[in-house]
């Protein structure tokens, strides 16, 4: 099978190295539009626009199918479409949480503000707007996390789970974990199960992002590493 993912930047990786480790034998080609990240804090129109321009490229690489591996275009999955099935990252989690008397969710603003959690997830909601994250990730900033983690968390105490609802957020759970100590839930673990594999298939992957530098190489080699035996081609796509 050959699997198209993509995300506003480096966060989809998580998606990504999921899928590997349960399918190695696919096919996946990756795009990350590192350029206009973060998505979150941009109005609609924006994104909708760059995801159709990503969207026809991976259709264009002949791919099977299309996950969008962002939690933003997730939650605005309506003005999305594509002639290969789109598989977003919310509508797995449909009545998978409802054991949990109070879920908090972190979340770009753009995806907190169409209230999309809800539709899936019908549990008492603390929802956090987070604006800062996924540009400290990007750029590889984590000396900076502490501080703001401590203002977004606060609000978190008496859930009984923590949703990170944005791909990026996986990549520093160790430091969001310092301050949930409960049950902490990312969108792979109800995705995976959706995709399947042709074991005929060697597997290889190739990486587009429409802006290369020093922090992105390091977040692909953070989230992508040793113990994934991939051949990596990374190539510069400008828009």
């Known amino acids: 099978m050959k699997v198209g993912i993509f995300d506003s930047g480096v966060g989809g990786l998580t998606i990504l190295k999921s899928l590997i480790n349960k399918y190695p034998h696919n096919t996946y080609i990756y795009y990350g539009d590192t350029i206009h990240a973060p998505y979150g804090n941009k109005k609609i129109e924006e994104i909708v626009t760059y995801s159709k321009n990503i969207i026809k490229f991976l259709e264009d690489e002949n791919v099977d199918l299309i996950i969008i591996a962002c939690g933003t275009l997730s939650s605005n999955k309506e003005y999305l479409h594509s002639n290969k099935p789109l598989i977003d990252l919310l509508t797995p989690l449909d009545n998978k949480l409802d054991n949990y008397h109070k879920i908090s969710i972190m979340a770009t ?57 944005c791909t990026h957020y996986p990549i520093i759970k160790e430091y969001i974990a310092k301050y949930f100590n409960k049950r902490i839930i990312t969108f792979d673990e109800y995705l995976k199960d959706l995709i399947t594999e042709d074991i005929n298939d060697k597997g290889s992957i190739k990486l587009y992002f429409s802006y290369i530098d020093d922090n992105v190489l390091k977040n692909i080699n953070n989230i992508l590493n040793k113990d994934v035996n991939i051949e990596r081609k990374i190539l510069d796509v400008r828009k």
Not at 117 to 143: M, R, S, T
């Open 109 to 165: 603003p753009l995806s907190i503000k169409t209230n999309a959690f809800k539709k899936y997830i019908h549990n008492n909601l603390n929802l956090i707007a987070c604006d800062k994250l996924v540009d400290i990730i990007e750029k590889c900033e984590f000396n900076k996390l502490d501080e703001i983690l401590q203002e977004y968390m606060k609000s978190t105490f008496d859930s009984d789970a923590l949703l990170l609802g």
